[in-house]
């Protein structure tokens, strides 16, 4: 393998750094004692500081990413240029390039490209419906539906409850075949959009339109480029090894999925399970995120144009309460009216009975008579 300028790996968090020279023939590793002064003209390895992430840590400009536990950083400008260095940078560029264009954020290349194909791959369906093709459908979409809404949503953004980890895990595993983006990046575009709600800096807020808070947003690399410099909002999650490794392999999960329901059903598994499921759910979730700013009934001084809507309420398991959503964003239950459906809730209080779902948050009487609005 060709040598690298600078690795970076992490071994448990008791280590302490260590080094080692790294001969320029790239021959087996010989130990040695380093000063800080040698290191300026040495190949180093070195373990991070405990809390600092061990997975994909590459996050200063000058480190760049190789593997899911190897960072490179180039060699500082007082080494001298080798041809095996400057090939060693277009690889490196080549990997980084890929993993970009492989990225499936709002305002990415990838989701320009996916979201029209399926909707044109949806044109498909009528010609090759079945039944159990159907149901294959209607169950995925009850499950990834629960990841975005229970998990992704709730749990993850909010923390409106806890669950045990392989149970946390199993949700969010759930939500990452809804194709709307990895844990980490799902829930730091969510924390932003209440941080900074129906303001210029929201996300998908309908200031700049219905179409642009609907599927725009989607399509907007600029917005995408100015929040992936905003300072980092999900620490919680970029501390778990397993939200690292699903934001790095993401788009395998999904290529996953796709050969096991074409192994099982053949294309109308495919088009139903995979295409029509995720195409009907992204706009279910983006109606949630437009209409539901728009068009609706205010019962909370919230301060925004969040509204409830009763019409989403069914396919968005509840998360079409949204007015009572941003007035109370730490509750795991939105529907707080016993007519308003919200079966994401009684999925969290069935989990809540049988001791697996606790810390369970609602907001209490003083707390609503607070934010009580004379808005109907």
């Not at 399509?219 to 501390?239: F, M």
Request: aromatic share 14%.
């Amino acid at each position: 393998m060709a040598c690298l300028s600078s690795l970076s790996l992490w071994p448990s968090p008791a280590a302490k750094p260590f080094f080692f020279s790294l001969p320029q023939s790239c021959s087996p590793l010989l130990r040695e004692k380093q000063t800080p002064t040698s290191l300026q003209s040495s190949p180093l390895i070195y373990t991070t500081k405990l809390g600092q992430n061990r997975f994909f840590n590459c996050k200063e400009e000058k480190y760049k990413r190789l593997s899911p536990i190897v960072c490179i950083r180039p060699a500082s400008d007082d080494r001298e240029d080798t041809p095996q260095a400057a090939k060693n940078q277009k690889r490196v560029e080549f990997w980084t390039r890929m993993a970009k264009s492989l990225e499936v954020a709002p305002g990415s290349q990838m989701v320009k490209v996916m979201f029209p194909l399926a909707h044109c791959l949806c044109l498909f369906a009528p010609f090759c419906f079945t039944w159990d093709a159907f149901v294959v459908a209607f169950g995925l979409y009850i499950v990834t539906m629960l990841g975005i809404s229970l998990s992704y949503h709730r749990n993850l953004s909010h923390r409106s409850f806890k669950l045990p980890k392989w149970l946390e895990y199993f949700f969010a595993y759930c939500g990452v075949h809804a194709l709307q983006g990895d844990p980490i990046g799902w829930v730091s575009n969510h924390r932003y959009h209440h941080q900074y709600a129906d303001t210029t800096k929201d996300l998908h807020s309908p200031i700049e339109g219905f179409w642009y808070s609907y599927v725009g947003w989607l399509y907007d690399t600029k917005a995408a480029i100015e929040r992936s410099e905003r300072p980092t909002n999900v620490g919680d999650l970029e501390n778990q090894f397993f939200y690292n490794f699903i934001r790095n392999t993401y788009i395998i999960h999904h290529t996953i999925l796709t050969t096991l329901l074409y192994a099982i059903g053949g294309f109308p598994y495919i088009v139903w399970g995979m295409v029509v499921r995720i195409v009907f759910l992204s706009h279910v979730t983006y109606l949630v995120n437009s209409v539901c700013h728009l068009w609706g009934n205010q019962a909370w001084n919230t301060g925004d144009q969040s509204r409830n809507n009763w019409l989403l309420a069914l396919p968005s398991l509840g998360d079409s309460w949204h007015n009572n959503h941003h007035a109370f964003e730490y509750s795991a239950r939105h529907g707080l009216e016993w007519w308003q459906l919200d079966i994401t809730w009684y999925v969290v209080r069935a989990l809540q009975v049988f001791g697996l779902a606790t810390d369970v948050k609602l907001p209490t009487h003083a707390q609503k008579r607070k934010m009580t609005s004379t808005t109907t």
